[in-house]
């Protein structure tokens, strides 16, 4: 017998007073999404810096935590649910009527989007001209509830079918086992790494309890709820909800209307376009028309293709250019000379080994840290890798903007990882235990529900995609993910990257440039940061 529908978000409660205190700022007190206005940005700003690390939501984390700094007293008569009529008609004149797209790059919205589940988090994250910050599983335990009920999505459609009662039976079992296995691996974290003389009690604790978490997560289904902070202009949200509108996944369209709604009450006239049928309408059409398209030809050509066997490597370098490095050095050059391209570009065919290694050293310099980048002549050049690694990885390598990344639907097929921290704590029969019910669920939903059966699939599973960068953001992103308070799972693929970037593209010079990436292999990856973080507080509140 299915499980009654119910409503996919939890609302939060709130006093009478501070609802009063929260309409001043926010767009709306009740629902799962909503924008920030009447705020300086250093206050909104510090406010998604916060949420990160907490497993209160945005407008709880304001009342605690904010609004006792801050002078109030002359907002009393503000109501931030209350629309700007004059704004909104100055705007349609220069910007609907107009058509001036530029108009809507100039209005920025920070846009707090609550409860979303990791799948949607992806289709949030995915523009590049937007800022995200989302919940860490690393410093946030998933073993509380919320309203009395684990966080996972519940998509009404599946709810209300016969599947829905084991998918809430198969979802609390995971949750059970991510609960039962923190205790356990922590435990086993503070007697493999005892703390050291000069470690307070609350660094041990912090470093020991952020390597629990970071090897217990891959329990977690992609249903699995998460906060995210937005930042973004006018024209980047029409963009993000035009995609979202034509989405496969009834999650991302329902939540679409839900971020229209808010950000109309902020920037109405930049989202006009969104939903008329002529406009915004016909474009998500578009976007939904050539994706099942394209994989319609997809499945035809591959019918009756049976799929290799899983033994490709984690990460394989599947295009690269012989001549980048020529390539480098005269993009390197050219700002510096008067002379054609092609022109600089067969000098440095001539240069010797002592002149082509002046010219890198001049251009990197002396890098004193990782955000000491060379210039632009490093996106000249570029590389594609093809990934397959688990997708607690892969959610936190997609966030990098500045690149291309595709990936597959999230299924069992490839396997998953599990963390040797795991083993070493006597965890692993629950770990594959939890394994095997989440690949069952998923095979059970995935004819009726072939989108929402991805929400069963735990975080261990691996998922393939490509990754296609230029050097110069290669560098930011490989020195930023193999610093030694980064996931081991992470750290390891761009570790992987930068060696193939090395050896087989032969790409020394670059590879050398990247001086910041960190192959070492620390036992506890957070150690370091928790004292350097000790070592500010202590310095502050002299």
Known sequence: MPVAVTAPYVSEEFTDEEADVLRRYVTNVEGPVFALVNLPEVVKGALF?????????????????????????????????VGLERAERLYDRVF??????????????????????????????????????????????????????????????????ALGTRYVGDMDRLFDTYAGLVPVVQDWCRQRYPKQPG????????????????????????????????YGTGQAYEALLLRMRSSPLPEARRYAELMLAELRKVIPSFLTRVDLPDRGGAWSDYLRETRDDTAEVAAKLFAGVEPEPESSPEVTLVDFDPDAEDKLLAAMLYPHVDRPETEVLERVRRLGADDRAAVVAAYTGERGNRRHRPGRALERIGYRFDVCADYGAFRDLQRHRMLTIEWQPLTPRHGYVVPEAVVEAGAGEPFAEAMER??????????????????????????????????????????????????PAYRRVCQEMHRLIAEQAGHRAVADMMRFVDHSEPELERLEAERRAEHRRASTSR
């Open 49 to 81: 810096a916060r949420y990160s690390r907490t497993h209160k939501s945005l407008r709880r984390l304001f009342l605690d935590e904010f609004v006792d700094d801050l002078d109030i007293e002359g907002d009393a008569a503000v109501d931030a649910t």
């Open 96 to 161: 609907f009527e107009y058509g001036d797209d530029s108009v809507a790059q100039l209005g920025g919205v920070h846009l707090a989007c609550e409860q979303a589940s990791n799948l949607l988090t992806k289709v949030l994250e995915r523009g590049r001209l937007m800022s995200y910050l989302e919940q860490s599983t690393r410093y946030i335990s998933y073993d509380a509830r919320l309203g009395g009920r684990y966080r996972y999505h519940r998509d009404p459609q599946l709810l209300a079918s």
């Open 199 to 230: 470690d307070s009690d609350f660094v041990h604790h912090q470093s020991t309890r952020a390597k629990a978490l970071d090897a217990v997560r891959g329990i977690l289904p992609a249903a699995s709820l998460s906060n995210v902070g937005i």
């Open 438 to 487: 989440s690949a069952a669920l998923h095979d059970a939903l995935a004819e009726e529900f072939p989108r929402q059966a991805a929400y069963a699939v735990c975080l261990a599973y691996r998922v393939r995609f490509s990754m296609q960068l230029n050097a110069r953001e290669a560098m930011h992103m490989l020195e930023l993910r193999t610093t030694p308070q980064g996931h």
